[in-house]
């Protein structure tokens, strides 16, 4: 067999998903992280005592779905739930890889900011929690991370104060701010590259402030916050 059939793909080779970028382009995703309970105030809300060292998840690739637009992006209602939650949160989309890095470093590193949802099963989540196992289930399926445009950072700077926001039908559910959050993004970056090696293409989602809550077919959902001008839109579908 010649040489170069030997690195040809057995089935057809997978496109990275991309995320529309503010005034053109887009941005090919890689990986997605997760932190949990990054605000004080979701912490108490779900159980905690107040800061410790952050962790996450990650979600897979088919988890993305673009919802930046005007009009809601539809994501179906998955399956094996009936509890079925929304998480508003501040996404960091990295443009510049590295490990080890000092938090004076890692704003560097990123590209830009957007807004997106963490949608949780949250009846299989807790039952995982109960048995000791992982959440994947909970946290990665399809459509599970909507996102919206992302914002260069060389536009609209670094937020480190603003409000977060999730409307449900028009009804504010969640609302908090940037500066509450629990581990900040410039340090929140650095923890994680000393874990791991942050890579261009990853997308950081930051934590969710209180107010988590249950969401049904027909609903829609709005997410924003002060300083990334525009907002990530959901229609639950069925």
């Known amino acids: ?141 399809d459509g599970a991370a909507p996102v919206g445009l992302i914002h260069p950072a060389s536009q609209i700077g670094h937020p480190k104060s603003g409000r977060v926001q999730l409307e449900v039908n028009g009804e504010v559910r969640q609302r908090g701010d940037i500066s509450e959050l629990i581990w900040p993004v410039s340090d929140l970056l650095a923890r994680l590259s000393a874990s791991f090696t942050l890579r261009p293409g990853d997308l950081v989602f930051t934590g969710t402030p209180s107010g988590v809550g249950p969401v049904e077919p027909g609903d829609i959902l709005v997410g924003s916050a002060e300083g990334v001008p525009s907002a990530v839109r959901v229609l639950i579908g069925e």
Not at 2 to 24: F, H, Q, T, Y
Not at 51 to 67: E, G, H, M
Not at 71 to 77: D, G, I, M, S, T
Not at 103 to 127: C, F, K, M, N, W
């Open 1 to 141: 067999m010649p040489k170069n059939d030997e690195m040809r793909p057995v089935i057809p080779a997978l496109a990275l998903p991309s995320l529309p970028v503010a005034g053109g382009g887009v941005f090919p995703v890689g990986r997605v992280i997760c932190i949990g309970r990054n605000y004080a105030s979701h912490d108490r809300e779900m159980g905690g005592d107040g800061r410790q060292p952050p962790f996450w998840f990650t979600k897979s690739l088919p988890a993305i779905a673009v919802a930046g637009g005007d009009r809601p992006r539809e994501v179906a209602y998955p399956p094996h739930t009936t509890e079925l939650h929304h998480e508003v949160e501040l996404v960091v989309a990295i443009g510049g890889g590295g490990s080890g890095l000092a938090p004076s470093e890692t704003l560097g590193r990123v590209y830009g900011y957007a807004v997106g949802i963490d949608l949780t099963r949250r009846d299989l989540q807790r039952d995982a929690k109960r048995l000791g196992r992982p959440w994947s289930e909970s946290k990665d399926f």
